[in-house]
């Protein structure tokens, strides 16, 4: 019962420490940031990304020929 205790303890200890909520508030923040700029070259980026790859595809199988 006193290994319990000592267990429940030291885990609330954790718990309560600044670091950790330090370190998930980052975590956060940079999902929020990946996501949105997954969103950004999604929207604005998908056509002119889409010609660049068709531009590198059509070279390299013009080159391979």
């Known amino acids: 019962m ?3 205790e000592l267990f ?3 885990l609330m200890d954790k718990l309560s420490r600044e670091e950790g909520q ?3 508030e980052y975590a956060l923040v940079l999902v929020l940031v ?3 700029l997954a969103i950004a070259l999604g ?10 790859i068709s531009a590198i595809t059509d070279a ?3 080159a391979a020929t």
């Not at 929207?43 to 660049?52: E, H, K, P, Q, R």
């Open 2 to 4: 006193l290994m319990l």
């Open 8 to 10: 429940v303890r030291h």
């Open 22 to 24: 330090t370190a998930t």
């Open 34 to 36: 990946a996501i949105v």
């Open 43 to 52: 929207a604005g980026l998908s056509g002119a990304l889409g010609s660049v």
């Open 60 to 62: 390299l199988n013009g």
